[in-house]
């Protein structure tokens, strides 16, 4: 099942073509997008992640998005939707089409099923390599032509990546700066769970503000568990209770291998935080 | 003027939509692409750019471009072309739909016309600010993942680059590595002219390697010029006799402006030059 609507609240048909050849978010991955989970109806994070969807337009010097098209557009993919009762909403937003100055944004919401991988990665975990980003945390603020924590259709490196992790026996990575520090996934932020402490690494590494992530910080925060946003190496990866990387169809995914070694169980902690999360959208 | 011919022999209305939102061209730059410069009837070095193609995919564990399918559409555009003597080829090649592993990949020829902007930076230069890339060209070899030098749709760092510069008042960029090494524009490669010697930086920096510098430099040496492919500081580009961005479209545009300090008089040099790469393809 999928259902696709535009910004102007035009359900399509989702097998039909709708983009250009010369739409730019094609010719030049240049756009943004978010992915929102829709659980029983309710999708899960939707003011931050529209949030972060203005931010990435205003790094991307694209038309700030108008907020209130996007709620109304959501809602009609929802109420269009007779699919299972999880699934994944994209919204996408690019430049439009090339060489026309007035071109208007191409803006839509696509409703998709989740796969197969991706229940069976929520149920059993995923292995893990970290690999190099390349580019150190500090371009973040004084390169901001490096789009650092902007989240645009220019995702070919992180594909790439997540390829290079299958060549190596792995699901996904947890990527690197030159240094050591710990960024996050391609798709995924990470979490790290030491005694009564989870640990995520700050935004201003240029990296994703977490959606899910911050779901998870508030549901273990009420569970009364403390949290911290600071740097990480990769060594506090390896000696944690748990390591866990959030996204929003994924959720808290646990990582029960690094770089080809075996983690500590964390089936128990992964439980717990799993539980606490989705407290937060119970009754 | 446009032209659309899809890589099996169809051509198709260019204004018309032919992409699904799903594409993974679209939702995650994925896929590469080549811009090829037609000039009255003969699409230049078009070899070397099938050749690129072919390495950039590669790159992105692509399938293999079908080399002659795309010499036989390129054939069809240019047969159905009856616009300006001169026009842009962009061929595309994308990872096809999400989610179908038997999705095929999406691949199209596209002829446009030149816009105005290209020709007056034709013929009236440019001016170009430094920028930081952010990776350490010894990143190339180590994290393929990094995909340094292939020529992918994710151009919203390059795209970005570019807004930079008109907010600094230029009109292009030149990318450099995180110790001041030069890498290339966003769109174009280095050329630099000293005494009668050309310069561009090697690929082996994570860079494109240039077709049109390619062909600026075989003309120069018919000319009587020498050429070296070696790495250049931004202080080589300072005190050089002539500073040049290759690209198809633009062909070799004289940078008259770095960073906002004028640069030496080089219309006699592109001038020369710019002979001498006409003359790779006269008659």
Do not use: C
Request: proline share 6%; hydrophobic share 45%.
């Amino acid at each position: 099942m999928r259902v696709l609507a535009f910004l102007d609240g035009t359900l399509a048909d989702p097998d039909a073509a709708h983009i250009r050849v010369d739409d730019l978010g094609l010719l030049r991955g240049d756009g943004i997008f978010e992915t929102v989970l829709v659980a029983d109806g309710v999708p899960r994070e939707l003011g931050p992640h529209l949030d972060r969807l203005a931010r990435s337009a205003a790094m991307l010097d694209l038309p700030e998005p108008d907020r209130a098209a996007w709620e109304r557009v959501v809602r009609l993919v929802l109420d269009s939707w007779s699919g299972s009762a999880e699934f994944a909403l994209k919204l996408v937003y690019t430049r439009g089409v090339e060489g026309d100055p007035a071109s208007a944004p191409t803006a839509f919401a696509l409703g998709m099923e989740i796969d197969e991988k991706v229940r069976r990665a929520r149920a059993e975990g995923v292995a893990v390599v970290t690999l190099d980003r390349g580019i150190d945390p500090d371009y973040t603020e004084r390169a901001p032509w490096l789009l650092l924590g902007a989240k645009s259709l220019s995702y070919a490196v992180n594909m790439a990546a997540v390829r290079e992790a299958a060549r190596r026996g792995a699901d996904d990575v947890v990527f690197t700066a030159p240094g050591g520090t710990v960024l996050e996934g391609p798709t995924s932020n990470v979490i790290v769970a030491r005694g009564r402490t989870l640990y995520t690494p700050p935004p201003s590494l240029g990296i994703l503000k977490g959606t899910t992530q911050g779901s998870v910080f508030r549901g273990a925060e009420r569970a009364g568990w403390a949290t911290k946003v600071e740097p990480l190496e990769v060594a506090d990866l390896r000696s944690a209770d748990g390591l866990f990387l959030a996204s929003s169809v994924r959720k808290l995914t646990r990582v029960h291998t690094l770089d080809g070694q075996p983690l500590p169980d964390s089936s128990a902690i992964h439980a717990e935080l799993a539980e606490a999360y989705e407290a937060e959208y119970a009754g």
